[in-house]
């Protein structure tokens, strides 16, 4: 898609608006329904690289506010089938990255974090706009784990009534592009500049450009090893079917060379002629003829 046409579903532009603190902190407020003083922006943790697997974690927009909350947005226009996971993934590194901040961290530093997924597709097709999960006790559900990790899943894509004006509104505007109050409003002015800033077009070209061709290098990949195994697999199944047909024809040509020679006694003892032999045993009268000669020619090596 053109640049000048991307929405706010879109994860780049999504992450150039949240870059506006009182945008970002309202959309979080809204979701929330919380009040925050004032979110922090932790741009050098936007990647979270610090596996020995070398597999970085990059965050839409991760920000924490001044009780040290910690909040991971992710825009998500997709459903590629393992957001679940990827939201425990996500967890698993932020906690990482939280812990190796100093020596003296422990557990007990981790920080309450929400890990939320705005959605452009219901993943869990039960119709809601709003899936939030925390870790409770299954026997008793009253008990909570209280470990402080939480996670949001959200879908425009409902109609039913579960959730409050503000983020109905925003939800709509993700959906059709179309303000509905005073924040989208802001929202869709703020897009209007993301795509008319020149430096962020380059930016969103050369992410692309690098996109396109991760994703060749892939099915390149992809298309060598399926051609591999499907040589491998060609192979043994044309040796299969290559010892099948050999077997047939072995068994054939066993057949065959049985009635020559039960024909060939029944001619000598004259109990039947050439033509005869031919058409019941449905043999070429040539063939016949031929095995009569060699059987002549192999008679005096016999008597030996």
């Given at each position: 898609?053109?640049?000048?046409?991307?929405?706010?579903?879109?994860?780049?532009?999504?992450?150039?608006?949240?870059?506006?603190?009182?945008?970002?902190?309202?959309?979080?407020?809204?979701?929330?329904?919380?009040?925050?003083?004032?979110?922090?922006?932790?741009?050098?943790?936007?990647?979270?690289?610090?596996?020995?697997?070398?597999?970085?974690?990059?965050?839409?927009?991760?920000?924490?506010?001044?009780?040290?909350?910690?909040?991971?947005?992710?825009?998500?226009?997709?459903?590629?089938?393992?957001?679940?996971?990827?939201?425990?993934?996500?967890?698993?590194?932020?906690?990482?990255?939280?812990?190796?901040?100093?020596?003296?961290?422990?557990?007990?530093?981790?920080?309450?974090?929400?890990?939320?997924?705005?959605?452009?597709?219901?993943?869990?097709?039960?119709?809601?706009?709003?899936?939030?999960?925390?870790?409770?006790?299954?026997?008793?559900?009253?008990?909570?784990?209280?470990?402080?990790?939480?996670?949001?899943?959200?879908?425009?894509?409902?109609?039913?009534?579960?959730?409050?004006?503000?983020?109905?509104?925003?939800?709509?505007?993700?959906?059709?592009?179309?303000?509905?109050?005073?924040?989208?409003?802001?929202?869709?002015?703020?897009?209007?500049?993301?795509?008319?800033?020149?430096?962020?077009?380059?930016?969103?070209?050369?992410?692309?450009?690098?996109?396109?061709?991760?994703?060749?290098?892939a099915e390149e990949k992809g298309m060598a090893k399926g051609l591999e195994k499907g040589m491998a697999k060609g192979l043994?199944?044309?040796?299969?079917?290559?010892?099948?047909?050999?077997?047939?024809?072995?068994?054939?040509?066993?057949?065959?060379?049985?009635?020559?020679?039960?024909?060939?006694?029944?001619?000598?003892?004259?109990?039947?002629?050439?033509?005869?032999?031919?058409?019941?045993?449905?043999?070429?009268?040539?063939?016949?003829?031929?095995?009569?000669?060699?059987?002549?020619?192999?008679?005096?090596?016999?008597?030996?």
């Open positions: 898609m053109e640049y000048e046409k991307l929405t706010l579903s879109n994860d780049f532009i999504f992450a150039k608006v949240m870059q506006n603190e009182e945008l970002c902190k309202r959309l979080l407020e809204i979701i929330l329904d919380i009040r925050i003083n004032r979110i922090v922006y932790h741009e050098e943790q936007k990647v979270i690289d610090d596996a020995p697997d070398g597999k970085a974690v990059r965050l839409d927009v991760y920000v924490q506010d001044d009780e040290n909350t910690v909040f991971d947005i992710e825009m998500q226009a997709s459903d590629t089938k393992e957001l679940p996971k990827r939201s425990r993934y996500y967890q698993g590194r932020i906690d990482v990255a939280i812990l190796d901040k100093g020596t003296k961290t422990t557990y007990k530093d981790l920080n309450r974090s929400y890990i939320i997924f705005i959605c452009m597709q219901d993943i869990f097709g039960k119709g809601r706009h709003y899936y939030r999960f925390e870790n409770v006790c299954t026997e008793d559900t009253d008990i909570k784990l209280n470990d402080g990790a939480i996670k949001i899943f959200l879908n425009p894509d409902s109609d039913m009534d579960d959730i409050d004006e503000e983020l109905s509104n925003f939800l709509k505007y993700l959906k059709t592009g179309v303000p509905s109050d005073s924040f989208t409003v802001k929202l869709n002015e703020s897009v209007q500049f993301a795509r008319l800033n020149k430096g962020w077009k380059e930016e969103y070209r050369m992410i692309d450009m690098q996109r396109r061709v991760w994703e060749q290098e043994e199944k044309g040796m299969a079917k290559g010892l099948e047909k050999g077997l047939e024809k072995g068994m054939e040509a066993g057949i065959k060379e049985g009635k020559l020679k039960v024909v060939l006694t029944y001619i000598k003892k004259g109990m039947t002629t050439v033509e005869e032999a031919s058409k019941d045993l449905d043999i070429p009268v040539s063939e016949i003829e031929e095995a009569l000669k060699d059987a002549e020619r192999k008679a005096p090596l016999m008597a030996r």
